[in-house]
C-alpha cells in the first residue's frame, strides 16, 4: 500500500479547521458502549451539592478530552511519519469515547461543558503543532507520556473526589483512566523521549490554570 503523500498547507489548514470544529460544537458517538457500575446497582439520588461536584468534576474531564483531540490532531498533521501519523489518529478517535460519555453524563447531571472549550483546543493544538514540527516526532511522543501521565493522576484524584454514590461517574472515569495509561504506554514503545523537568513544571501549571477554570466556566 502506497504511504499517504504529505499535505499541503491549505490541506492542513482545512483538515485543523475542521478538526477543531467537530471537537468543538460537533456531537460525538462513541464506539465503545458508555462504561457501566460493576455490579449494576440502585444509586442513591445525589443531594445538589453533590450533583453540581459531579458536574464540575466531569466538566474538567471533557475538557481533557476537548485539548487531547487537540494534541493527536495537531501531532498527526505536523508528523511526516506516516507510521506515527496513523499512530496518532488511532489515539485520537479513541479518546472521541471519552468526550461522547463525559457529554453524557453531563447531560445526565443537568450540567454542561465548559464555556472556554475553544480556547482549550487551540491552546492544546498549538502545543502539539510545535512539538510536532519543531522538535520532532520523539519529543513530540514525550508530550504524549507527560501528558497522559498528568492526565492518570487528574482522574484518579476525581475518583477520590466523585461522590461515593455516583457510580456512573466513576465507572466513566476508571476507564478513561485505564485508556490514558495505555496511550502514555504506546507512546513510549513508539520511542518517546522524557521531557525536561522545566517543561514539565509548566504542562503541569498550565493544567492547574485549565482545569480551576473549568470547574466553574
Known amino acids: 500500500m502506497n504511504a499517504r503523500p504529505p499535505l499541503s498547507a491549505l490541506d492542513t489548514l482545512l483538515s485543523a479547521a475542521d478538526g477543531a470544529l467537530r471537537t468543538v460544537f460537533g456531537a460525538h458517538r462513541a464506539a465503545r458502549p458508555c462504561p457501566q457500575p460493576t455490579p449494576p446497582a440502585q444509586q442513591a439520588p445525589l443531594s445538589e451539592p453533590e450533583r453540581r461536584l459531579s458536574g464540575a468534576l466531569m466538566r474538567v474531564n471533557h475538557v481533557g478530552e476537548v485539548c487531547a483531540q487537540a494534541l493527536y490532531t495537531a501531532q498527526a498533521l505536523a508528523t511526516r511519519d506516516p507510521a506515527l501519523r496513523a499512530h496518532f489518529e488511532a489515539a485520537a478517535r479513541e479518546e472521541v469515547d471519552h468526550l461522547a460519555w463525559t457529554e453524557q453524563r453531563l447531560a445526565e447531571l443537568g450540567d454542561r461543558t465548559s464555556w472556554l472549550n475553544p480556547l482549550w483546543y487551540a491552546g492544546a493544538f498549538g502545543i502539539g503543532w510545535v512539538a510536532g514540527r519543531l522538535a520532532g516526532d520523539r ?62 513544571w509548566l504542562m503541569r501549571a498550565a493544567a492547574k490554570v485549565m482545569t480551576t477554570t473549568a470547574h466553574r466556566v
Open 139 to 200: 519529543v513530540s511522543l514525550g508530550f504524549v507520556v507527560e501528558t497522559e501521565r498528568q492526565v492518570e493522576q487528574h482522574l484518579q484524584s476525581h475518583l477520590e473526589r466523585l461522590p461515593a454514590q455516583d457510580a456512573s461517574s466513576r465507572a466513566i472515569v476508571q476507564q478513561m483512566k485505564e485508556d490514558e495509561v495505555r496511550h502514555a504506554l504506546d507512546a513510549e514503545a513508539a520511542g518517546a523521549v522524557p521531557l525536561p523537568a522545566p517543561v514539565q
